[in-house]
């Protein structure tokens, strides 16, 4: 027979084993597109695309690659993130992780490689409601967005028009950043957060460049 600490041992070895092998991924959850929420500005609803690892507006759609034959790749269908910006939604093994730089750009990490910069903040993005008003006329109206904090004072998201030169003549017009303690950009607009508008697509594309 069994001695009660080998069964205890076994038992314990097959939950973890099971915990393990059901551990969810960025996949495991709905896709969303982002765009900025900020009522009253010539920025609001403008969407953010995947490019040179960060997010911009002016975009016309998201900078994306593919290794395979062009009949094996996936559809780009845009710009897609898990929810709470926990990672991009790629069928890259691996995945694309997204974090947020000491300096405050929202960055993802390139294909194969989870090397994420020293510093680098991940998992600070969360939901809160927004009052608003769409016209003077009408009743302040509410809506989630998505917004980050370093959990240490400093959050709040805005748009930066400091475009870096491997990005010139693409059309980019913002850049998005997080008020991390090491942001010190002074010419960049303020946002009231993120929309999420969910997909019906689970992939946005093979990877994103």
């Known amino acids: 027979m069994y001695s009660p600490s080998l069964l205890a041992t076994l038992f314990l070895t097959a939950?973890?084993?099971?915990?393990?092998?059901?551990a969810p991924t960025d996949n495991d959850f709905p896709s969303y597109s982002i765009s900025v929420f900020a009522p009253g500005t010539t920025v609001h609803g403008a969407q953010l695309n995947a490019g040179d690892a960060g997010f911009y507006t002016g975009l016309t759609g998201p900078m994306t690659s593919c290794p395979m034959e062009p009949e094996e790749c996936p559809p780009v269908e845009g710009t897609l993130v898990s929810p709470l910006m926990g990672g991009m939604k790629v069928v890259v093994p691996g995945g694309q992780s997204i974090f947020v730089?000491?300096?405050?750009?929202?960055k993802y990490s390139i294909p194969h490689s989870a090397y994420i910069p020293p510093g680098a903040l991940v998992g600070r993005f969360y939901t809160k409601k927004v009052q608003y008003q769409s016209s003077k006329c009408k009743a302040p109206r509410e809506s989630d967005v998505l917004d980050f904090s370093d959990g240490a004072g400093h959050g709040g998201l805005t748009l930066?028009?400091?475009?870096?030169?491997?990005?010139?003549?693409t059309g980019a017009s913002f850049v998005l950043y997080a008020k991390t303690a090491g942001f010190n950009?002074?010419?960049?607009?303020?946002?009231?957060?993120?929309?999420?508008?969910?997909?019906?697509?689970?992939?946005?594309?093979?990877?994103?460049?």
Do not use: R, W
Request: with cysteine; glycine share 8%; net charge negative.
């Open 15 to 22: 939950i973890t084993t099971s915990t393990a092998a059901a």
């Open 101 to 106: 730089q000491v300096d405050g750009q929202v």
């Open 160 to 169: 930066c028009p400091d475009i870096p030169d491997e990005m010139a003549g």
């Open 185 to 209: 950009l002074t010419d960049c607009s303020d946002i009231k957060g993120l929309t999420m508008t969910k997909s019906d697509a689970n992939f946005g594309c093979f990877q994103y460049s």
